[in-house]
């Protein structure tokens, strides 16, 4: 893969129904003060976030490896599936946490970035929904190495996986219409000590270290005992 590839007929359809309506009535019910996760610590609980401001406008709901109990099973099949066509698996010392994101319609956005770490870094993008069906414009757009943009709604039909190098500038251009845009999103991460991060450390309350802690001490009775631990 040199800049992008879409593989299709990986997720079935099935899962991306029962995706898109368990998950739009989750984000349309629930009032977020967290903003989006962008960089989240060993241990941390899931959580649903909600930014709005000059770089994106989103909805991103993590679940992570030591909360299988709370993890939506669906999610984590498709994630599962995503991963595979990128070589990554539970045996993996890098983990994976798992995302959904929804543009609302009409608000929904995200500026032109490139996302940090060695080239290649490929993600396993999973649309869930799908212009000119549930919404009318916007969406993802990738710039290839020569400088052309790609837009990538054209492209994509559902039960399909996007790679893409992710330090490759791209976007989501303002969504409307419909329901707007929803995406999964397998993300691999080298997780650390909450301690260890002055960053999020200056923003994290007492109670939150002290249950992350918590978290991942449950989680090592699991290993302990031989139980799974949803690392995909």
Known sequence: MTDFAIIDDVIPLQLISLMVNSWMRYFERRQSKERVVWSPYKGQPNSIGYTRDDFQCLYRACQFPWNPKE????????????????????????????????????????????????????????????????????????????????????????????????????????????????????????????EDDPRNLAHVSIGKIVKARALLFKDKIRTLLGREQNYR
């Open 71 to 194: 993890n939506d099973p669906v999610l984590k099949e498709i994630c599962s599936l995503a991963n595979e066509r990128k070589g990554i698996h539970a045996s993996d010392p890098q983990q994976t946490f798992n995302t959904v994101s929804w543009y609302p319609p009409g608000s929904g956005f995200m500026r032109e970035h490139i996302d940090g770490g060695i080239s290649p870094l490929i993600h396993a993008l999973v649309p869930l929904t799908f212009r000119g069906k549930d919404y009318d414009e916007g969406g993802l757009r990738i710039k290839k190495r020569n400088g052309e943009w790609v837009d990538i709604e054209w492209l994509v039909k559902p039960g399909c996986v996007v790679l893409y190098d992710g330090t490759l500038m791209h976007e989501v251009l303002p969504v409307y219409g419909g329901i707007g845009r929803m995406q999964c999103f397998p993300l691999a991460n080298e997780f650390g000590s909450i």
